[in-house]
């Protein structure tokens, strides 16, 4: 039996920890300069708070003891837009630290977000990034590139020989780009278009989750809830499912006729029995078989849809049968048609009936000797009738 006691402790303890996650990820906003006027969304995207955006990406990588480290990523440009993180959070020159008021608290953008940018010129607008090597700076490029030789905080760079110096994030020493470190001095992750081994399937190096390297970087596949252009119609990713009505199939297929699921679209489905005139009640179509939809199927022998006639000479018939003898309608290799059981004039092949008894046909020469029985029947009637009438000696 379950330890009621100890059960009890352990969902307690996934609680406190679950809430204690939810927590830090809402207090880091408050160390960033203006942090709440983007609130989770300056971190994250649509304020979930899974899915970091690029600027957040440069924050879980610089965290210190769990906290924001303003001074590693105020002179970035995480969103690639030409505006520092700095310059878009109000504080370009990182001045700025906890419970004091930033530069600037207007015109703040998100600088997670490219499309959202302060106004002005790009650039950081800061003393470090004006061309001019002013007092107390090592160097300044003026640029926002901050892997080169002169980093984004005027300082000079020397990635590569085992010291992390001012502006760099990391440096192992070595011509490595596949392990936590790269060549430029930053730490590795996803996006960077180098595979880090053992943490990523693949590394493409772009924001686009049609690929074959998804923004998460494990390799693209039916299921994964994004659609691989060019190998996928669909992916509803969990949702996917090969019984329930129009939903996306597990192979990545939309719903289609033929996937013995009946859709909205659809009356009826037999899956791959795709035979329209097999005896049973569903055509390739997927509605129900009927008489005059234009489809042969099931026991018909033809079907002319609105063409079908039981007046018109060789069209297919109402019952979706062909025009046949006995069917009350003269076709075009028929003499006449008075039914199944045929008549005087015209017999049961559709042929008409020879009085003078010199038709060839079997029916007809049966109908002559007929006549002539008859005449012979007459003949003796009348005789034994004036035998009967003389008088008897």
Not at 67 to 79: E, G, Q, R, V
Request: hydrophobic letters at 25%.
């Amino acid at each position: 039996m379950i330890n009621i006691r100890y059960l009890t402790i352990t969902l307690f303890v996934m609680g406190f920890f679950s809430l204690r996650n939810i927590e830090a990820k809402s207090f880091r906003v408050n160390q960033l300069p203006n942090g709440r006027v983007n609130d989770c969304a300056t971190c994250h995207v649509n304020q979930r708070i899974h899915g970091r955006n690029p600027f957040g990406i440069d924050v879980d990588f610089t965290l210190i003891n769990g906290n924001t480290d303003w001074s590693a990523i105020y002179f970035l440009d995480s969103d690639g837009d030409g505006f520092s993180n700095g310059r878009e959070l109000g504080d370009p020159c990182g001045e700025w630290r906890v419970g004091r008021t930033p530069e600037s608290t207007t015109n703040i953008s998100n600088p997670g977000d490219a499309s959202s940018v302060p106004p002005g010129e790009p650039g950081p607008t800061c003393r470090c990034g004006n061309g001019i090597i002013d007092p107390g700076e090592e160097c300044d490029d003026g640029n926002l590139i901050h892997k080169d030789r002169c980093t984004n905080d005027c300082k000079m760079t020397s990635c590569g020989d085992g010291i992390v110096d001012p502006g760099e994030i990391c440096d192992d020493g070595n011509d490595f780009n596949n392990d936590e470190c790269l060549t430029t001095c930053m730490r590795a992750k996803c996006g960077d278009g180098f595979i880090w081994m053992d943490n990523e399937e693949c590394d493409d190096g772009n924001r686009s989750n049609t690929d074959l390297c998804l923004n998460t970087c494990l390799s693209a596949q039916c299921g994964d809830g994004f659609i691989l252009e060019g190998a996928e119609a669909c992916d509803d990713g969990a949702d996917n499912n090969d019984q329930i009505a129009d939903a996306c199939r597990s192979n990545c297929a939309p719903a289609r006729c033929g996937d013995s699921v009946v859709d909205s679209n659809e009356i009826c489905d037999d899956g791959s029995n795709l035979i329209s005139n097999d005896n049973t009640l569903c055509t390739t179509a997927c509605p129900l078989a009927q008489c005059g939809n234009g489809i042969v199927e099931g026991n018909e022998v033809c079907d002319d849809g609105p063409d079908n006639s039981d007046r018109i000479a060789d069209a297919c018939r109402t019952n979706c049968q062909p025009a046949k003898c006995g069917d009350f309608v003269v076709d075009q290799a028929e003499s006449c048609d008075d039914g199944p059981a045929g008549s005087d004039q015209c017999w049961s092949t559709c042929e008409l009936a020879d009085f003078a008894g010199t038709s060839s046909n079997e029916c007809s020469c049966r109908t002559s000797n007929s006549t002539k029985d008859k005449s012979s029947w007459l003949f003796f009637l009348f005789l034994g009738l004036a035998m009967l009438g003389r008088p008897k000696k």
